[in-house]
């Protein structure tokens, strides 16, 4: 009778813990459903369209980029509507004036790709060569003349204005773009 009852209290004690382990993971959120995605770039939303991975690609060499230097502007814009198409009317910033060449429209569901793409295997030439098959796809390019210097570590406001889409502001960081690997 004595191993009877061990055997049963020990079953007893393991259904128990079993349990208790089994209700601590209920209800929990996962660790990465917060995480922001592993781009060098800021992003932002309005409407059908989305901004992503815009940041100044610049290589700083001293305490700062100077005042007429210029430096690129680097983004993808994403057109989300399957009907109505969109176009980049004008970049402004208080740090300089923005250029912008090249084919600024976004067709319905398109993306409009401003400079070099980033990513460890794809080359720092223009996105019209890097990237030459994306379906729906322009390309185009954005350079800013700095009015004042700036300088890594700091955020910077831009201004896009889109003709359907309307403005987007955003803080958009420096990188220093694709290094070389030694």
Not at 46 to 73: F, K, M, N, P, S
Not at 94 to 122: D, M
Not at 123 to 137: E, H, N
Request: glycine residues 10%; contains cysteine.
């Amino acid at each position: 009778m004595n191993w009877f009852n061990t055997a049963v209290s020990k079953a007893a004690i393991g259904l128990i813990a079993a349990a208790a382990l089994a209700g601590c993971s209920s209800g929990q959120i996962s660790q990465s459903a917060d995480q922001a995605p592993a781009v060098n770039g800021s992003a932002a939303s309005a409407g059908d369209l989305a901004l992503r991975d815009v940041r100044i690609q610049a290589v700083q060499t001293g305490d700062a980029l100077e005042v007429g230097d210029t430096v690129d502007l680097v983004f993808v814009a994403t057109n989300q509507s399957p009907e109505t198409g969109d176009e980049l009317t004008g970049i402004s910033t208080p740090i300089g004036k923005v250029s912008v060449t090249g084919n600024r429209s976004l067709a319905p569901s398109g993306t409009l790709i401003v400079g070099a793409p980033a990513g460890p295997e794809l080359p720092t030439a223009p996105a019209s060569k890097a990237l030459p098959d994306v379906t729906g796809a322009s390309n185009a390019t954005a350079t800013v003349t700095l009015d004042e210097a700036i300088s890594n570590g700091l955020n910077y406001e831009f201004t896009f204005d889109f003709k359907n889409a309307g403005s987007i502001r955003l803080a958009v960081p420096i990188s220093a773009g694709m290094l070389s690997r030694h």
